[in-house]
């Protein structure tokens, strides 16, 4: 058994995922629902297909509103290649000095609810959620 190097309580990451299927150019939101409040500080979006088969190569387009588009329709947002399941982790920053009590301080968090998707070709794709499991 693999030493402990600290005397901290071990917690274990959970996450959620979800099938989302995205109509040809039309914005879907990532997860309607699940709001700030749910406290999610990582994603990740798989694009299944293979950039070699141009046939199956469909890329999506995050955006931050609902009027994320495609090249084919304009405004179009980051493209998430096929073949790729790109990572959104939020990195925390560290505290000021002046923060000495644990409630005045941000905590930056995903609002999943805020985050859309689009596609020029009708896609699967699956999304997984970090959720903090403290604050």
Do not use: C
Request: glycine fraction near 6%; proline fraction near 13%; charge should be neutral.
């Amino acid at each position: 058994m693999p030493q402990r190097y600290t005397k901290r309580p071990l917690v274990v990451q959970t996450f959620h995922t979800f099938l989302i299927t995205l109509p040809v150019h039309q914005p879907t939101p990532l997860i309607a629902g699940w709001d700030k409040s749910r406290i999610i500080t990582s994603f990740i979006i798989s694009n299944p297909g293979s950039p070699l088969s141009p046939q199956v190569a469909t890329p999506i387009y995050l955006g931050n509103n609902s009027l994320v588009g495609t090249p084919a329709t304009g405004n179009p947002g980051i493209e998430i290649p096929a073949g790729s399941a790109p990572s959104f982790p939020i990195f925390q920053e560290s505290r000021p000095e002046y923060a000495n009590v644990k409630d005045d301080f941000p905590y930056v968090v995903w609002d999943m609810s805020q985050l859309w998707l689009n596609t020029d070709n009708g896609i699967t794709i699956t999304v997984a959620v970090f959720p903090s499991m403290f604050l």
